[in-house]
């Protein structure tokens, strides 16, 4: 059974950063990508980022390039997602969520199979 566990999350201000953590267990290899979403009261899901496990590539939303990277530790079965620079419009529920063989190209925020429960990122201004 995969279980995704997101953590990091908080309250920041406008400008700063944060480190938001997923651990997932019960993958049975690396042949996943994972993949950050994130959603707004009232807005619908965004998927921000993606990173291959097996190569490491990654993918980006065009509203977080340059301020958002995403990276893995495949030993411990975590990604990350560095947000820096944050606004407002950042204010979000953040998800992690892993597709089996899936890679980060074209649609890559499709067909995602487990999801975690969310972190809850508040920037204020």
């Known amino acids: 059974q995969v279980q995704m566990v997101e953590s990091g999350g908080g309250a920041v201000q406008a400008g700063g950063s944060l480190r938001l953590s997923c651990t997932a267990s019960?993958?049975?290899?690396?042949?996943?990508?994972m993949g950050w979403f994130r959603q707004a009261p009232g807005k619908e899901r965004e998927g921000v980022a993606c990173?291959?496990?097996?190569?490491?590539?990654?993918a980006y939303a065009d509203s977080v390039k340059g301020r958002f990277t995403v990276s893995r530790d495949n030993g411990k079965k975590t990604v990350y997602l560095q947000v820096n620079s944050l606004k407002s419009e950042d204010t979000a529920m953040y998800y992690c969520?892993?597709?089996?063989?899936?890679?980060?190209?074209?649609?890559?925020?499709?067909?995602?199979?487990?999801w975690g429960q969310g972190t809850q990122v508040t920037v204020s201004s």
């Open positions: 019960g993958l049975t290899s690396d042949d996943y990508s």
């Open positions: 969520a892993a597709k089996p063989s899936g890679y980060c190209i074209g649609s890559w925020q499709r067909n995602y199979v487990y």
């Open positions: 990173i291959r496990l097996r190569s490491g590539s990654t």
